[in-house]
């Protein structure tokens, strides 16, 4: 299985990592058929506070079909993180998982890009809950069901809150791909 995590500029490094922790731990202590391949817009990709990330691939280069899920970390707006996550490339690449039935994570402010694409409307879903609430408050504007819980899953779909949540966003595709059995095992493994 393979799992293609993109990377938008300004994505957050702690949004980012964890999916490649998690899925380590799977694929190493416990023989989970799991890989992460990366992606971006360039070869290297600039996070939220400064960290260059060199990708796997390109974005234009990616065939949804050659992968089971998709994972997108959330950014910093100030950064210029929907510069990429709203580009058509992105939304047309979230469309086509969706259209496959692929499981797709996103973490915080990455629903927007999945909202923006058009895969949310009616559907439920979460993104970054703190400020008053502002940014679900957004996301309800695109016709999504916002739900204001830390995690939502809605058929193929993850959304959550906010940086905190990573750890579990990362643990429920594990679940999505494999079974509940081998994420409990991973979970209790990395002390979760």
């Given at each position: 299985?393979?799992?293609?995590?993109?990377?938008?500029?300004?994505?957050?490094?702690?949004?980012?990592?964890?999916?490649?922790?998690?899925?380590?731990?799977?694929?190493?202590?416990?023989?989970?058929?799991?890989?992460?391949?990366?992606?971006?817009?360039?070869?290297?990709?600039?996070?939220?506070?400064?960290?260059?990330?060199?990708?796997?691939?390109?974005?234009?280069?990616?065939?949804?079909?050659?992968?089971?899920?998709?994972?997108?970390?959330?950014?910093?707006?100030?950064?210029?993180?929907?510069?990429?996550?709203?580009d058509e490339k992105?939304?047309?690449?979230?469309?086509?998982?969706?259209?496959?039935?692929?499981?797709?994570?996103?973490?915080?402010?990455?629903?927007?890009?999945?909202?923006?694409?058009?895969v949310l409307k009616?559907?439920?879903?979460?993104?970054?809950?703190?400020?008053?609430?502002?940014?679900?408050?957004?996301?309800?504007?695109?016709?999504?069901?916002?739900?204001?819980?830390?995690?939502?899953?809605?058929?193929?779909?993850?959304?959550?809150?906010?940086?905190?949540?990573?750890?579990?966003?990362?643990?429920?595709?594990?679940?999505?791909?494999?079974?509940?059995?081998?994420?409990?095992?991973?979970?209790?493994?990395?002390?979760?």
């Amino acid at each position: 299985m393979k799992i293609l995590l993109l990377c938008a500029k300004a994505f957050e490094t702690m949004e980012f990592s964890v999916f490649v922790d998690v899925m380590g731990w799977a694929h190493d202590d416990f023989q989970c058929d799991i890989e992460v391949e990366t992606c971006g817009f360039n070869k290297i990709v600039t996070s939220t506070f400064g960290i260059p990330i060199t990708v796997d691939r390109l974005i234009d280069d990616i065939r949804p079909e050659e992968y089971d899920a998709l994972a997108i970390p959330g950014g910093f707006e100030e950064y210029g993180f929907y510069d990429e996550a709203y580009d058509e490339k992105t939304l047309k690449l979230i469309r086509d998982f969706d259209s496959l039935n692929k499981p797709i994570a996103t973490v915080c402010v990455a629903a927007f890009s999945l909202a923006k694409s058009g895969v949310l409307k009616g559907r439920n879903a979460t993104t970054y809950h703190l400020r008053g609430g502002y940014k679900q408050k957004e996301l309800a504007k695109f016709g999504v069901n916002v739900i204001n819980e830390p995690i939502v899953v809605d058929r193929n779909i993850i959304t959550s809150y906010c940086p905190q949540t990573v750890p579990d966003v990362a643990f429920r595709l594990l679940e999505m791909l494999t079974s509940e059995e081998k994420m409990k095992l991973v979970k209790e493994a990395m002390g979760y």
